[in-house]
C-alpha cells in the first residue's frame, strides 16, 4: 500500500467515524447524511418505484413508499394436471387480493428493518402508497393504502421466517382498509398515520396504567380501612 492509498483510506475512516459519533449524538443532519450517501434501498428497489424519508427526531423516522400496484400479482393460477399438462386459470379475487395485501405489508416490514439496521431510532411511521383509480379523471393515482407505527423492540422478537405479513401488522399501530374496490379492484385509500397520532396513543397507554396505579392503590387502602373499622376478635389462650 503506498503512501497516498494510505492517506485516502485513512481520510474515508476518518469520515465514517466521525459520521457515526454525529448519529449516535442524535445529530438530525447527521441522519440525513447516512440516507443520502450510504442508499439503504438500492438492493430493494424492486419493492417500489420511490422510497422517501423524513427525520422527525432522533427517534422516528417516516417513510412513504410508492409501492408496484395490482400488476405486480399474476392474474392466473398455473397448476400440474393428472395428464401432465399445464392448466391455467384465473386466480380467484379473493386469493388476488390476499397475496397483494401480504405484498404490501411485507414492502412496509422489510423498508422498516433496513433503516432499523442504518439508524439507531426505536420507530419507523412506514406509509405504503398504491395507484387508484381516480374516478373523476379515469387515471391511476397515488394513495395510501397502509400506514403503520413499527417499532424496534417488537420488530426483535419476530420470526421472519414464519410469519404472515398481513398477521404481522397486528403487533403495530396501524391504519389500513383492505377492502377493495369492487369498482377499481384497488384497496381503500386510508389517512396516514402521523406523529400526532403516536402521542395520543402514548397519552392513553399512559392513562390507561395510571388510572390501573389509582385502583389498585385505591384498593389497598379500603382493605386498610376495613380492617381498622372490623377489628379481629381477640383471641385468648385457654
Known amino acids: 500500500m503506498n503512501g497516498y492509498t494510505y492517506s485516502k483510506e485513512k481520510e474515508e475512516w476518518q469520515k465514517f467515524e466521525n459520521l457515526s459519533r454525529r448519529v449516535l449524538a442524535g445529530e438530525l443532519k447527521a ?3 447516512v440516507l443520502k450517501d ?23 423516522l417516516g417513510c412513504v413508499l410508492k409501492i408496484k400496484g395490482v400488476q ?38 422489510r423498508v422498516a ?15 405504503a402508497s398504491a395507484d387508484s383509480l381516480d374516478p373523476r379523471t379515469g387515471q391511476p393515482v397515488a394513495q395510501p393504502v397502509l400506514s403503520a407505527a413499527i417499532k424496534r423492540a417488537v420488530m426483535a422478537g419476530l420470526q421472519f421466517q414464519r410469519l404472515d405479513p398481513s398477521h404481522a401488522m397486528e403487533n403495530f399501530v ?3 382498509d383492505f377492502k377493495a374496490s369492487r369498482k377499481s379492484g384497488a384497496f381503500e385509500p386510508i389517512s396516514p398515520l402521523t406523529p400526532a397520532d403516536l402521542t395520543e396513543t402514548t397519552r392513553k397507554t399512559v392513562g390507561f396504567e395510571d388510572l390501573l396505579a389509582k385502583v389498585r392503590s385505591l384498593r389497598e387502602e379500603m382493605k386498610t380501612e376495613i380492617g381498622r373499622l372490623n377489628p379481629r376478635p381477640t383471641e385468648f389462650a385457654s
Open 174 to 176: 396501524h391504519r389500513g
Open 38 to 60: 450510504y442508499s439503504p434501498f438500492a438492493e430493494i428497489s424492486g419493492l417500489g418505484s420511490s422510497v422517501r424519508v423524513t427525520v422527525h427526531n432522533a427517534e422516528l
Open 31 to 33: 441522519y440525513a447524511e
Open 72 to 109: 405486480v400479482i399474476p392474474e392466473e393460477v398455473k397448476t400440474l394436471t393428472v395428464a401432465g399438462r399445464v392448466s391455467i386459470k384465473p386466480m380467484p379475487r379473493s386469493r388476488f387480493h390476499e397475496l397483494y395485501q401480504d405484498y404490501i405489508c411485507a414492502c412496509l416490514l
Open 113 to 127: 428493518r433496513e433503516l432499523f439496521a442504518l439508524l439507531p431510532v426505536e420507530t419507523v411511521l412506514a406509509t
